[in-house]
């Protein structure tokens, strides 16, 4: 996705959580300004052979099916903690997708064993891009953005860890797309969290339709997917 297509549900999303776009872009210039290289994300092996499994961080993950449909896929694409209970049931990401805040030890540990890290900047994560970013492999670094892309700083579209990993392989023109670990409705979760993976919700919804797909981790949830905050024709 470019960021034209993208802009106008960035802006809703601005609007919707009360982010400026300033705090943003002073994330996005902190990662590069930080960076000495960066990851190319067509190194990944993603095309139109692969199927992905996209790997949220939700209960479900451990279930013994999402399991095994992970160990399936091509290429696994994990958010944030997902990979960590992935690694510790012997399945390895093929890249890790972050926002720095929840496990840094794991995103440096993996750049250095040449695992590329999507390390987000955003105007609410400036402390965790100073803290980690300088103790990485950055040439396992692939910064991304929500606003503008800049130098090496990539903006494929998505707003939480997990939906960016879904719009990164869409990118990359991924043949499949499966879902693990993904429980929109987690009772666990606070109002925050609730409300992002609101989003997250919509995006992927936006994101099937672009592709003229069902992902099947919609299904029985469409028609409860308030797609006026989406500002372009989505239904
Ligand atoms: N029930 C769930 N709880 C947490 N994450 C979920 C859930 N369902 C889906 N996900 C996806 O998994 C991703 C990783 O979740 P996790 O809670 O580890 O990360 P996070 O760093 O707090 O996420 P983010 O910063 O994107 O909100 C989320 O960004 C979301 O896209
Ligand atoms: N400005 C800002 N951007 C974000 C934030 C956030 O808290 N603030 N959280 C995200 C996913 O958790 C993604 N993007």
């Given at each position: 996705?470019?960021?034209?297509?993208?802009?106008?549900?960035?802006?809703?999303?601005?609007?919707?959580?009360?982010?400026?776009?300033?705090?943003?872009?002073?994330?996005?210039?902190?990662?590069?300004?930080?960076?000495?290289?960066?990851?190319?994300?067509?190194?990944?092996?993603?095309?139109?052979?692969?199927?992905?499994?996209?790997?949220?961080?939700?209960?479900?993950?451990?279930?013994?099916?999402?399991?095994?449909?992970?160990?399936?896929?091509?290429?696994?694409?994990?958010?944030?903690t997902?990979?960590?209970?992935?690694?510790?049931?012997?399945?390895?990401?093929?890249?890790m997708?972050?926002?720095?805040?929840k496990?840094?030890?794991?995103?440096?540990?993996?750049?250095?064993?040449?695992?590329?890290?999507?390390?987000?900047?955003?105007?609410?994560?400036?402390?965790?891009?100073?803290?980690?970013?300088p103790?990485?492999?950055?040439?396992?670094?692939?910064?991304?953005?929500?606003?503008?892309?800049?130098?090496?700083?990539?903006?494929?579209?998505?707003?939480?860890?997990?939906?960016?990993a879904?719009?990164?392989?869409?990118?990359?023109?991924?043949?499949?797309?499966?879902f693990?670990?993904?429980?929109?409705?987690?009772p666990?979760v606070?109002?925050?969290?609730?409300?992002?993976?609101?989003?997250?919700?919509?995006?992927?919804?936006?994101?099937?339709?672009?592709?003229?797909?069902?992902?099947?981790?919609?299904?029985?949830?469409?028609?409860?997917?308030?797609?006026?905050?989406?500002?372009?024709?989505?239904r």
């Amino acid at each position: 996705m470019e960021f034209d297509e993208w802009e106008p549900v960035y802006a809703a999303i601005l609007e919707d959580f009360g982010y400026g776009r300033a705090g943003d872009e002073r994330g996005r210039d902190l990662l590069a300004s930080l960076l000495e290289t960066s990851f190319d994300p067509t190194e990944l092996p993603i095309g139109p052979d692969a199927t992905v499994a996209i790997a949220g961080a939700g209960p479900s993950l451990t279930d013994d099916r999402s399991l095994e449909r992970a160990r399936q896929a091509d290429v696994v694409l994990a958010a944030s903690t997902a990979v960590d209970t992935l690694a510790s049931r012997g399945i390895d990401a093929d890249c890790m997708v972050t926002d720095l805040d929840k496990n840094p030890g794991t995103v440096e540990r993996l750049t250095h064993q040449g695992v590329p890290v999507a390390v987000h900047g955003h105007g609410d994560n400036r402390e965790a891009i100073r803290d980690v970013v300088p103790a990485c492999d950055h040439a396992y670094v692939l910064p991304t953005t929500q606003a503008a892309p800049t130098g090496p700083v990539r903006n494929f579209g998505g707003f939480t860890d997990g939906d960016r990993a879904t719009f990164l392989a869409d990118h990359l023109g991924a043949a499949d797309l499966i879902f693990v670990g993904w429980d929109f409705d987690d009772p666990a979760v606070d109002d925050a969290k609730s409300h992002k993976l609101e989003w997250a919700e919509r995006l992927l919804y936006w994101l099937e339709g672009r592709r003229g797909e069902r992902f099947d981790v919609l299904d029985g949830r469409r028609d409860g997917i308030e797609t006026d905050l989406l500002p372009i024709d989505s239904r």
